[in-house]
């Protein structure tokens, strides 16, 4: 409600709202809410136009069924295979949406949303969300008796799904697939110096990050080529592209030590890129 709200005091250009207050009789019309179901979904927020139009209050669009951060992405088909996807920063991941319809085109997805853990206290652990992603898996697992085929997830969102295929590969079923994609096995604390004041959780979580093993049939999707900044469309940071040409080094030597039988796949763009239709 807090990201929402300030979203669109910015949009209508006021100072402050209600959550409660009808945004149309606050004066949005009909592009500008079109305008702010883009702006939450860049932000992460599985929004649309039919969903701000019909709730129309920020407490409303807050309560919908998409705006859950665990749920079925367009709903659940018991003739597909369930493939559980845990999102890390959303916000970065100008594909999202298109990747999405490309999954669910094929499979049941339970989707876990990055906004579940991003504006916890900087104490937050995360071992907290690990939980989290175990209790509402084994919920829905129990609810629909359904089996699990595969964990996906992008960025620091494939590391905690790492961590949840193994409690289903040892609990639920042995031969769950894990798809990692854009996963940092290696780690070091100077990338803690590229990350500001306003992402202090994703610092707690990198820095409480349980050692990541799966012992199923794992597969990994890495970038080949550096990042210019660590957010996405930031200005060109030369200091970071030099830390992040030899992080892949590192990542990659990690990943060939540790999972030398895994299968790979490396696509010719930086983090932001994976997720492009085109691969």
């Known amino acids: 409600e807090i990201i929402m709200k300030a979203t669109v005091c910015k949009l209508l250009a006021i100072e402050d709202v209600s959550l409660t207050s009808d945004l149309f009789a606050e004066g949005m019309n009909s592009i ?7 702006e ?45 996807l845990v999102c890390g920063y959303t916000q ?18 339970l989707v876990f949303d990055s906004f579940a853990f991003w504006n916890h206290p900087s104490d937050f652990q995360a071992s907290d969300y690990i939980d989290y992603l175990i209790t509402n898996t ?13 964990v996906t997830g ?13 409690h289903i590969r040892q609990k639920h079923n042995p031969d769950v697939r894990m798809v990692a994609i854009g996963t940092s096995l290696y780690t070091t604390s100077e990338l803690f110096k590229y990350i500001s004041d306003d992402h202090l959780v994703l610092k707690q979580m990198q820095k409480t990050m349980p050692p990541l093993s799966f012992a ?14 660590l957010i996405l469309n930031g200005p060109v940071d030369p200091e970071y592209v030099k830390f992040s040409e030899a992080f892949l080094k590192k990542n990659k030597e990690t990943w060939d030590a540790k999972y030398p039988n895994a299968h790979r796949v490396f696509l010719h763009t930086d983090h932001f890129g994976l997720l492009q239709p085109t691969f």
């Open 154 to 166: 992008h960025s620091i969102g494939s590391e905690l799904g790492m961590l949840l295929a193994e």
């Open 138 to 150: 084994e919920k829905e697992i129990q609810q629909k008796g359904t089996k699990i085929y595969a």
């Open 32 to 38: 500008q809410a079109m305008q702010l179901a883009y």
């Open 216 to 229: 199923g049939d794992l597969s990994i999707v890495l970038e080949s080529q550096p990042s210019s900044s």
């Open 40 to 84: 939450l979904q860049q932000q992460g927020f599985s929004v649309g136009f039919t969903e701000i139009y019909a709730a129309r209050t920020i407490q409303g669009i807050a309560a919908s069924p998409q705006m859950q951060p665990c749920k079925w992405y367009n709903h659940y088909d018991a003739d597909k295979p369930v493939v559980i």
């Open 92 to 109: 970065a991941y100008p594909f999202y949406e298109d990747f999405m319809k490309q999954l669910c085109a094929r499979y049941s997805v």
